[in-house]
């Protein structure tokens, strides 16, 4: 598989891993360089894509628009991509993992659209509840590959990317706009968070590969933000 171009930024700031740094060595926050913007960047974008595919998805499946297996295969190889991204820290197999659970998160989801529009409620339950099976996979992966990781903290941020996506479908079904538009905004807030936090983790985990590059200063940060007040009912 070629290498994408954010996998080919990374690995210009990344030698090769010979091993973990221990966590307790760690320093809670270490200050912002080239290098660690550069990975924050990437992973916001390529973690943006998984949320901005995953609404043209949406949109085309139950739109019954043609575009919609186009639009799944881009889908699917954002999952790649994202499990490419790690390789430079983590290795090929772990990779590959990550884009194996990726991708069970897409075809899962595809399930819970169809089901949704074709108000089987029985086969929604279930897809769900495989959704939720899976996230908890892969927080458990996550928290496993980096100490910084939290298994908890994980397994809450993607259950609100479930809980978000799933108030897309539904709204659009019911053409609730204001609220769908409300949950694609709260949703996109929520996936730079938690993309911000996983470039922290690794940043925290292999300081050694970003402490030397030049320090920069913040001038437009999601630290601190907030996802907007958005609510279910």
Same mark, same amino acid.
């Given at each position: ?14 030698? #090769? ?59 699917? =190889?954002? =999952? ?29 989801? #595809? ?8 108000? $089987? ?27 910084n990781w939290i298994k908890s903290e994980m397994k809450h941020m993607l259950g609100m990317h479930l809980e978000l996506t799933t108030d897309e479908v539904v709204s659009r ?31 925290? $985990?292999?300081?050694? =590969?970003?402490?030397?590059? #030049?320090?920069? =200063? ?7 933000? $907030?996802?907007?007040?958005?609510? #279910?009912?």
């Open positions: 598989m070629k290498k994408n171009i954010i996998s080919g930024i990374l690995f210009c700031f990344i030698t #090769t891993i010979s091993g973990n740094t221990a966590f307790a060595d760690i320093p809670e926050e270490m200050p912002l360089t080239s290098a660690s913007a550069e990975l924050k960047s990437a992973m916001k974008k390529l973690w943006e894509d998984h949320l901005v595919y995953t609404r043209n998805y949406i949109i085309s499946d139950l739109g019954n628009l043609g575009d919609k297996s186009k639009i799944a295969e881009r889908l699917l =190889q954002n =999952q790649a991509d994202i499990g490419d991204a790690i390789k430079p820290f983590y290795g090929d197999e772990a990779g590959n993992k990550l884009t194996s659970l990726l991708k069970e998160h897409i075809v899962i989801a #595809t399930k819970v659209v169809d089901a949704a529009k074709n108000n $089987q409620k029985k086969d929604l339950a279930k897809a769900r509840a495989d959704w939720i099976k899976n996230g908890d996979a892969i927080a458990s992966f996550l928290s496993s590959a980096n100490p079904l019911n053409k609730n706009w204001a609220k769908d538009i409300a949950a694609y905004d709260a949703g996109h807030v929520h996936m730079f968070m938690f993309a911000d936090e996983l470039a922290k983790g690794i940043v925290k $985990q292999f300081p050694d =590969q970003f402490r030397d590059s #030049t320090p920069i =200063q913040v001038t437009n940060d999601t630290k601190g933000a $907030q996802a907007p007040n958005y609510t #279910t009912k």
